[in-house]
């Protein structure tokens, strides 16, 4: 129903509208969902069902949050402390809504693409930025795309504080996956598991990439169950590496 009223929206209204007036459209989208049975943890909504999208990712109707957005909003909240800067690569909306406004941060947004709402367009691989700048910076689901992956840990390492954390997560397979003459976009699909993406990680694949560029690194393993109060998502993996 929610994705049928979703079509029917973007088909009636034009793309810079829909933009304009997403909160509005969400806040009216999301009335049906309301109830007590869940709460998204950004938006503070009260839910009687997420809208489901499949086995692992389930949206909030009223902030557009993803399943992996709120387990990131729960990590920050508790790792985030006052004064601190921070620098989010491609943020989801509803996240950078909620940190744009909190007063005793400063929150800087980067999107290379353009298809997030950002402040830069930083290249992590050539981030023009002084180094030592960030205490925390949060790199979900962007070296998966980055050729230069080694580079720009570099770059995330020499722009964090000492005593920083970056906290990265990409799609993770058993094996790690990488070979730089598949360059069509459907042999990377079948390989690496998306059109854009350049390789695909394991964690302990990533861990030890991240390690030889100086960062130590701990693997944060995040469990719920499908009927998880948040909505969160199971099984779900984290690298958080420090800046000694
Ligand atoms: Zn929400």
Do not use: W
Not at 19 to 36: D, F, Q, T, V
Not at 54 to 81: F, H, M, Q, W
Not at 127 to 154: F, G, P, R, T
Request: aromatic share 10%.
């Amino acid at each position: 129903m929610y994705n049928l009223v979703k079509a029917v929206v973007r088909r009636v209204i034009s793309g810079k509208l829909l933009i304009k007036h997403e909160c509005l459209l969400r806040r009216i989208m999301a009335i049906p969902y309301r109830g007590n049975g869940h709460r998204c943890n950004i938006c503070g909504y009260g839910l009687r069902a997420f809208v489901e999208i499949n086995d692992e990712e389930r949206l909030c109707p009223k902030c557009g949050s993803s399943s992996r957005a709120r387990r990131l909003y729960t990590i920050l909240e508790n790792e985030v402390n006052p004064g601190d800067r921070i620098l989010h690569f491609s943020p989801p909306g509803a996240i950078r809504r909620a940190y744009e406004i909190k007063p005793d941060i400063e929150y800087v947004t980067t999107d290379y693409k353009g298809e997030f709402t950002a402040g830069k367009c930083f290249d992590i691989t050539d981030i023009d930025e002084s180094e030592n700048m960030y205490d925390k910076i949060v790199c979900y689901h962007v070296l998966e795309h980055v050729e230069e992956d080694e580079k720009a840990m570099m770059e995330l390492f020499r722009i964090l504080k000492h005593g920083g954390i970056c906290f990265i997560q990409t799609p993770f397979s058993e094996e790690m996956a990488e070979d730089q003459s598949i360059i069509s976009l459907e042999e990377r699909l079948i390989h690496f598991g998306q059109e854009d993406h350049v390789r695909i990680y394991s964690v302990e694949g990533l861990k030890k990439r991240l390690t030889e560029q100086g960062f130590g690194v701990e693997v944060l393993v995040m469990n719920s169950n499908k009927d998880d109060y948040f909505g969160l998502c199971p099984g779900e993996f984290v690298l958080k590496a420090f800046k000694p």
